[in-house]
């Protein structure tokens, strides 16, 4: 196994994005809260799946991503038995990955509406 090394929280978002790309992840957007007071991480990964299996596929394949590529793994994960919002905390960079109706439901993107917000195109 690779040795860990030190990885910025912009990196690992990256790499989360690019694991939800490879599952075909739809609204796929980066939050950067380092400038956003109070902000209790440096970036959220917001991204939708079609179904509750899909959505457990996205975080797998971000798990997996992240491991590969960057030897790490999430602190915590939540929601993979139903799969309507799963959340990976990888400490700085917290990844939401819902079932659309959920994601518009709790709608973090307006929660946290003072973020730099890029959206990355579907592949």
Known sequence: MKQKTA???EQLAI????GIRDKKGLEIV????????GAITDFFVIA???????????????????????????MSREGMQRGEWVLLDYVNVVVHLFQNDRR????????????????????
């Open 7 to 9: 990885v910025s929280s």
């Open 15 to 18: 790499a989360a994005v690019e």
């Open 104 to 123: 518009q439901f709790y709608d973090i993107e307006s929660l946290w509406g003072d973020a730099e917000i890029k959206e990355w195109p579907d592949k």
């Open 30 to 37: 980066t939050m950067d809260l380092r400038n956003v007071k």
């Open 48 to 74: 939708s799946g079609t179904s509750d299996r899909h959505v457990q596929a996205l975080a797998d394949s971000v798990e997996k991503y992240i491991r590969e590529n960057l030897n790490d793994k999430p």
